[in-house]
């Protein structure tokens, strides 16, 4: 039974451009959560989804945004890289109603030159 | 005001000793839960434990236990009999509220590393 699936696992952009991170969640999971981990810091919370919608948002600007596909795969789209995005972006996924359980991908490590 | 502090950035065990690694948490919610996990190298966050706020007792999942003192605030996570694969990075999180919306937070974390 695979967890949760993240592609790419490392990527290398400029600033300005723009990324795309994509998540598989683990199977029977239908909620997708997104987290940005800088170095020597904690996940710190982006955005949440469940049925397609975006459910809960953390500070972050509007560079940043999401979708959930009806298989539940999401992605995190990432507009106008600054330095500062660079990180490991984490991935979790979970049951809406379960109330705690998630389960982490690998992460992708986003490099901003 | 930091909603979960952990205030050791290092930590070092000797193999096979125990040890403690400490979390005090600030919140208002009467519901909440505590959380555990565990970061290797490799970048995946691991869960270990959960402790709910209503729970009396304190939660164990096998070497992992986690001393719940409601009053102070703190969920300090205690791993017996440490092994050289628990080197790794710990953070403790936490989730206020009921029901399933669920976005915990997360404390900047320690790193733990075990000696042979």
């Known amino acids: 039974d695979a967890g949760v699936t993240q592609s790419p696992t490392h990527l290398i952009k400029t600033r300005g451009q723009q990324v795309t991170l994509r998540c598989s969640p683990k199977s029977g999971h239908d909620t997708v959560s997104w987290y940005q981990q800088a170095l020597g810091q904690g996940p710190q919370f982006i955005f949440q989804?469940?049925?397609?919608?975006?459910?809960q948002r953390g500070n972050f600007p509007d560079r940043f945004s999401g979708h959930q596909f009806p298989n539940y795969s999401s992605e995190l789209n990432v507009n106008a890289l600054l330095l500062g995005d660079s990180a490991l972006y984490l991935c979790?996924?979970?049951?809406?109603?379960f109330g705690y359980g998630y389960t982490f991908g690998s992460g992708t490590r986003l490099t901003v030159v | 005001a930091q909603k979960i502090t952990q205030t050791q950035p290092g930590m070092f065990v000797q193999e096979k000793e125990a040890v403690t690694l400490d979390c005090t948490y600030d919140?208002?919610?009467?519901?909440?839960?505590l959380f555990w996990y565990k970061q290797p190298s490799s970048g995946e966050m691991i869960f270990l434990i959960y402790?709910?706020?209503?729970?009396?007792q304190n939660a164990t999942e096998g070497r992992y236990s986690l001393n719940f003192q409601k009053a102070r605030k703190s969920a300090n996570l205690v791993i017996s009999a440490s092994q050289l694969g628990d080197s790794a990075m710990y953070f403790c999180a936490m989730r206020e509220g009921g029901g399933g919306s669920y976005i915990p937070t997360f404390g900047r974390g320690t790193s733990l590393i075990v000696h042979p």
């Open positions: 402790q709910g706020s209503y729970d009396e």
């Open positions: 989804y469940y049925e397609e919608e975006e459910r």
């Open positions: 919140t208002s919610d009467q519901s909440y839960g």
């Open positions: 979790a996924s979970s049951l809406v109603e």
